[in-house]
């Protein structure tokens, strides 16, 4: 395929080659390698599932180790809020008060968001702010019907010329409510930290944000700044960095032809959470914990959320000094067979690591080199609860082209549903993936590990999206806790369901663990 002066000119101004481009072009017409998974990871296979002497002992072990460690929190905060409201803009778009009444518009649609919806509005932590919207544009509010009350609400919501909740960053959106005090998800994770971030130094936290709501979470924590400082007595360090423009990719037609905006320039797209790899590859930390922007909850139970993740950092911290350990027994002394075979152990029944059928065969010192290679990767303890039938990746053993098996989280698009076994076990998992992960990305000697080296690049997603109308393709980079963590070695443990509270839609901020009352 050849490109125009023009088309090149653009694709290196994006920090892209034009063989890059093409590479992605091709794996758009040879389709993208669809996981083998062999069998669920359940209990006892593949999950551990702490007991409740081992929960406090893992909390007190990390209480004492955490001020010897760096630690930062890691937290994609890409995402726009505008899909929390999508059965709200489906509302507006479609209802008229003039034409029908409410009950009749949810009855004839068998609607049941907007219901719960407009029931429980006043526990909204944005109520007030809507209302003093409406009063502002010279609305009398509760001089109105039932049908308009529920329109004007809605649209003094999303109009962009009103507050236009839509086009707010969901880290910066208003989640909960403490008396007077409206709290973003933003400012619950600073607080969430300070339950288990190491009191050496500031808090870290480091944000990936879209470039343009920088100036928005900059003022916004320089407004809650000193209060939540107050109330947790830490001071924190807070960090940004952005979706790099050389992780985008080229978007197709349905026809493979490169996909151009009406000037007629090539259409490049965000390659989803796994173009963050490199914004994860440049912490500098011993331990980083990782969690998604929405996934926070009140006051109440943080203390029960930040127990677990104690939990998963005390694992990751002994599972990280065995590694370093080993290798230095490998690096440094002549080991007898028994003691290679204990390391062998280890990394079969401790790190879930498939050691080759063919490693007996193997001379003394292609052991060692293989047990060194085995052992010095990146390390996550990934969390995972109960499946209660929300959306997102599971934990299952994965049978690679050689025929190893592995430990992996996998999403649903991953796997080929045509294929009957493979959807039989897809939807046989026991547990999913909150997004509850600690890792440590540094090596025994204390250096960073290039994360690039340990992706499997062919677990790539293929999706369709739309733009102006039209139906387009859209290549996203391996998953970040997917296909680019594919080569790291891999904990997985149950954590309760109570520490999973994300808000896809508005409603889920209705929930116990995002109410004070």
């Not at 909204?124 to 509760?142: A, C, D, R, W």
């Not at 969430?192 to 879209?210: D, N, Q, V, W």
């Amino acid at each position: 395929m050849d490109f125009t002066e023009k088309d090149i000119k653009q694709i290196e101004a994006h920090g892209l080659t034009v063989s890059a481009i093409k590479q992605q072009i091709e794996q758009f017409k040879q389709g993208v390698n669809y996981s083998n998974i062999s069998s669920v990871a359940t209990i006892d296979d593949g999950i551990i599932v702490p007991t409740y002497l081992e929960v406090d002992e893992y909390v007190k072990f990390f209480d004492q180790e955490k001020d010897s460690l760096s630690i930062v929190k890691f937290v994609p905060a890409s995402g726009a809020a505008t899909r929390m409201f999508k059965f709200l803009f489906q509302f507006l778009k479609e209802y008229n008060p003039v034409i029908q009444s409410l009950n009749a518009y949810i009855n004839r649609n068998s609607l049941k968001d907007l219901p719960l919806f407009l029931i429980a509005l006043e526990k909204f932590p944005f109520y007030n702010t809507v209302l003093e919207q409406i009063k502002s544009n010279g609305i009398e509010y509760s001089s109105l019907n039932p049908n308009q009350k529920a329109q004007v609400f809605v649209n003094a919501m999303l109009e962009e010329t009103q507050l236009n909740f839509g086009s707010f960053p969901k880290g910066l959106f208003p989640f909960h409510k403490y008396n007077n005090d409206i709290s973003t998800a933003f400012e619950e994770h600073l607080f969430e930290m300070a339950f288990y971030g190491s009191k050496k130094g500031p808090l870290k936290l480091h944000f990936t944000i879209s470039e343009v709501h920088r100036d928005k979470f900059t003022k916004e924590f320089k407004r809650i700044e000193e209060r939540v400082e107050d109330i947790t007595g830490f001071a924190y360090d807070i960090s940004f960095s952005y979706q790099h423009q050389s992780t985008d990719t080229i978007a197709l037609t349905t026809k493979n032809e490169p996909f151009r905006d009406e000037d007629g320039r090539l259409h490049f797209r965000p390659a989803g959470h796994g173009a963050l790899l490199k914004n994860l590859n440049a912490i500098d930390a011993d331990l980083i914990f990782i969690s998604n922007i929405d996934n926070v909850v009140v006051k109440h139970y943080k203390a029960e959320v930040a127990k677990y993740k104690k939990v998963l950092a005390a694992l990751l911290v002994k599972t990280r000094d065995k590694v370093f350990y080993y290798i230095n027994q490998l690096k440094e002394k002549e080991l007898h067979e028994d003691a290679l075979n204990e390391i062998g152990d280890f990394l079969s029944k401790k790190l879930n690591f498939s050691i080759s059928e063919e490693f007996e065969k193997y001379s003394h010192k292609y052991k060692i080199e293989y047990l060194f290679e085995a052992l010095n990767r990146p390390i996550r303890v990934c969390g995972m609860v109960k499946n209660e039938g929300e959306p997102g990746g599971g934990p299952f053993w994965v049978k690679d082209e050689s025929g190893r098996l592995s430990l992996q989280i996998v999403e649903s698009a991953q796997v080929n549903k045509k294929d009957k076994e493979q959807k039989r076990i897809l939807e046989t998992a026991t547990h999913f993936n909150p997004v509850d992960i600690v890792c440590s990305i540094k090596d025994y000697k204390g250096d960073t590990f290039d994360l690039q080296e340990y992706v499997d690049h062919k677990a790539a997603f293929i999706t369709m999206k739309t733009k102006v109308g039209k139906d387009i393709k859209a290549l996203e980079l391996p998953g970040l806790w997917n296909g680019s963590m594919a080569y790291w070695n891999t904990i997985f443990v149950e954590v309760p369901i109570n520490t999973f509270n994300p808000v896809k839609t508005v409603n889920d901020l209705l929930k116990p663990t995002h109410q004070l009352n």
